[in-house]
């Protein structure tokens, strides 16, 4: 392994070693006589002068250098980082995606969702509206609204048009600043819906850029899963875009032969353009009646797939949806049975718990590192990079 630890003290190396597993990184507790091209800086603990002093000389060394900025710490370090051309990590604000490609420890990607369908009326929003509000029991989520052509996930929050993505779009397209944050909303402790308010005039002149940007802003967040609508057409601009990305594609359908027919095109537009690195694609089959002239086995036939979800007809879906109904635990006999395939078909789609999560031992670095040196100094912090 190329890399090594330059940090103040043995204890804050070793415990920067406790949170890269599979990792054997040498530590250094000054600049002299390092032979690693890659030196993963922590600043904490060592005095100003000598920070500076080691910067110059790793640089004069041609030392690949990532260095860790404790908070408090932030105003000091950073412009002066800046000007040398030096990259850093702000402890409990940037992600750990960022370290993890430095020391080349493979991460696990996030889940992004993206639901589309063949043709409007296939339950979009509803779908994705429970799998966001499900999911959000165990995980962190994020649901974001792109279908310019039809916006309706505000509806399912209730959440008011005070400000639209599309303002946002416009600062992007103007090199103008933009903090995504004023265009969310926290509908709840582990979900957070970004709507869109449509403005066609607005709309003709978005670009693929500025929803490429979005994404990748949107990937890089706190969230475990990122659930996106889009328009039923791959060749609109935010359809185009997120369908090149996700993890995970879900095909929304109803049990109608157009409905059906129409997504093979879809199909085959994914298998084109994702042919090196294909999606996961999930089917569901929408207000599902058993007297359709269509059934399940020539629906599976059509499609050539074997595992399709199946959701009956939900009378007053967005009224049960706003109440909280389908979300509790007892429910009266005439949902049981929908709500059943409802739960289905989210644990079908790939979500899981944290706790399964957690099984795979994924430790943020410096969650519970610097908490206490051996010379009892100040904590460090318990925020995650």
């Known amino acids: 392994m190329d890399v090594a630890i330059l940090c103040a003290n043995d204890t804050i190396g070793s415990l920067v070693q406790v949170v890269l597993p599979g990792l054997s990184l040498k530590t250094y507790n000054d600049d002299s006589d390092i032979e690693e091209k890659k030196i993963l800086f922590i ?12 910067i110059q000389t790793l640089k004069k060394q041609q030392k690949e250098i990532l260095a860790v900025i404790h908070p408090p710490n932030e105003t000091r370090f950073c412009e002066v980082l800046k000007k040398q051309g030096i990259p850093f990590i702000i402890n409990g604000v940037d992600p750990n995606e960022r370290l993890y490609h430095f020391v080349g420890k493979p991460t696990k990607l996030k889940k992004s969702f993206v639901f589309i369908g ?11 509206s429970f799998a966001a509000k499900k999911a959000s029991r165990n995980n962190r989520v994020r649901l974001v609204d792109w279908n310019f052509e ?17 303002k946002g779009i416009k600062l992007l397209r103007n090199d103008l600043p933009i903090n ?7 509908v709840d402790k582990n979900l957070t819906v970004t709507p869109m308010y449509l403005d066609y005039l607005e709309s003709t002149k978005w670009g693929v850029e500025e929803f490429a940007y979005l994404w ?12 996106y609508e889009v328009p039923n057409y791959p060749f609109s601009v935010t359809a185009s875009v997120a369908l090149m990305r996700a993890t995970d594609i879900v095909i929304t359908l109803l049990p ?39 059934g399940i086995s020539q629906i599976e036939k059509t499609l050539d797939q074997k595992m399709i979800n ?35 078909f989210v644990e079908n789609i790939g979500f899981r718990s944290k706790e399964e999560e957690a099984t795979k031992g994924e430790i943020s670095l410096l969650n519970r590192i610097f908490k206490k040196d051996k010379r009892g100094e100040t904590d460090l912090g318990s925020s995650s990079i």
Do not use: C
Request: proline content about 7%; glycine content about 4%; aromatic content about 10%.
């Open 43 to 54: 600043l904490y603990s060592f005095p100003e002068d000598d920070i500076h002093s080691m």
């Open 118 to 128: 063949p043709a409007g009326g296939s339950g979009k929003s509803f779908l994705s």
């Open 150 to 166: 039809t916006p309706s996930l505000h509806h399912f929050f209730n959440v008011p048009p005070l400000e639209s993505i599309v």
């Open 180 to 186: 995504l944050t004023d265009y969310d909303f926290s």
């Open 216 to 227: 990748d802003q949107y990937e890089q967040g706190k969230y475990d899963v990122v659930i």
């Open 256 to 294: 109608e032969q157009n409905s059906i027919f129409n997504s093979i095109q879809l199909i085959n537009w994914i298998k084109t353009h994702r042919e090196s690195d294909m999606p996961n694609v999930h089917f569901v089959i929408n207000r599902y009646k058993e007297e359709i002239a269509m």
């Open 310 to 344: 199946i959701i009956p007809e939900i009378p007053n879906a967005l009224g049960l949806f706003l109440s909280g109904e389908l979300m509790q635990e007892r429910l009266p006999k005439s949902l049981i049975e929908k709500v059943s395939a409802l739960n289905s």
